[in-house]
């Protein structure tokens, strides 16, 4: 039975096949061509002949077809990207405790590293951390704080970025390795484990020999037969420089350094 507004089950199912091309074309339009005024809409009132929205089908098959007829955006490569964005980063590890002369060394070190564009990432404590912190800070770069505790606070007070990691002397395994290079001053115990797991990620490994420590034992030398390179050994803040240029310039070769 038809609707007071001339709309009945039957319009609906003709609707409803040009929609999902069951019905013969011969009795509607093609579905391309249902627009949203053809769809009735009832209310509680009861049905209107012109509807203000359509179907979820039709509505959604309408924005498709838009879609379709826009110009798709072109491909971005963002891998490649990612790589242009991504700035060399190099690793001061050393000891908390030390002397004058050591402090001295590494903070002019991490001013080297901060006059080649690279970001300095220690482990944000103090002693040679903090030193190396200093004078890349002061040199206008970028320093990154990976502590063993978990206390945001726990970096020293030229860190830009800090990483806390919980791990207590575990956390070496990642000041170890999160540098493309590893620029060892002085250093004691917690030093040579982050030089081991340095050489065994395959890490190069500069020292600043004339800072004592293991850095000036493991100079020139292998730290075992896993790799046929050894611990470049650098006797003087200049020859740092120029090491850590040459080692950078091979990954970077258009970077600023």
Known sequence: MASSSGVGPRTHSLALGALI??????????????????????????????????SPRAYLGSVRREWKMQERPAKIDYTSAMRVQRRPQVAIIGSSEADETMLKLAEQAGAVV?????ALVTGGRDGIMAAASRGCA????????????????????????????????????????????????????????????????DRPI????????????????????????VLVDCKSIADLESALKTILDKRWPCAAH
Do not use: Q
């Not at 901060?114 to 690279?118: F, V």
């Open 21 to 54: 091309g069951a019905a013969p074309e011969s009795n509607h339009r093609c579905k391309r061509d249902i627009l949203v005024r053809d769809w009735p809409v009832h209310t509680r009132e009861g049905p209107r002949d012109r509807a203000p929205i359509a």
């Open 114 to 118: 901060a006059s080649l564009g690279a």
């Open 138 to 201: 002061e040199a206008g770069g970028t320093v990154i704080s990976i502590v063993p505790g978990t206390d945001m606070d726990e970096a020293n007070e030229y860190s830009h970025f800090v990483i806390p990691t919980g791990l207590g002397w575990a956390r070496n395994v990642i000041t170890g390795i999160a540098g493309d290079v590893i620029l060892v001053i002085g250093g004691a115990a917690g030093t040579l484990s982050e030089i081991a797991y340095a050489w065994m990620y």
């Open 206 to 229: 500069v020292a600043l020999s004339e800072s004592g420590g293991w850095a000036e034992k493991l100079s020139g030398r292998a730290v075992d037969h896993r790799r046929v390179d």
